[in-house]
């Protein structure tokens, strides 16, 4: 749930997530500590997701802000290869079957994608 004294974080310009294209990168607060994060579009539609595999907390991008298997369909852990519905970060293959990628609520609006701190993840300030 949205944080209510916080403001919505301007992440990018919308123009800025292609279809399949390389992720946004962030850095939010969580729990106080820095944890990386990511943005893609899929489907037509704005995700966000911490930077950490639900089976090995490792960041997941082969390269920086690449996270795509090579069809474009699941995100992927380059660590261990489990592959996570873009939509709901559901894993559907590999080690953590069932387990889920920890989402970051983000909204587009005017041109801009915003991201909305919750209690657990706030701006890096």
């Not at 919308?14 to 607060?29: H, I, M, P, R």
């Not at 995700?47 to 089976?55: G, I, P, T």
Request: proline residues 9%; hydrophobic residues 40%.
């Amino acid at each position: 749930m949205p944080d209510a004294n916080v403001e919505p974080q301007r992440l990018c310009a919308s123009g800025d997530l292609q279809e399949c294209g390389d992720a946004v990168t962030f850095e939010v607060l969580e729990h106080g500590h820095s944890a990386p994060a990511f943005a893609v579009r899929y489907d037509n539609v704005a995700v966000a997701y911490l930077n950490r595999c639900a089976h090995v907390p490792a960041e997941m991008d082969w390269l920086p802000g690449q996270f795509w298997d090579q069809d474009k369909r699941f995100i992927i852990c380059s660590v261990h290869g489990a592959l996570y519905d873009p939509p709901n970060g559901a894993c559907v293959s590999g080690p953590c079957r069932g387990a889920k990628l920890v989402p970051i609520a983000i909204t587009e609006s005017d041109g801009e994608v915003l991201w909305h701190p919750t209690e657990r993840l706030q701006p890096l300030f």
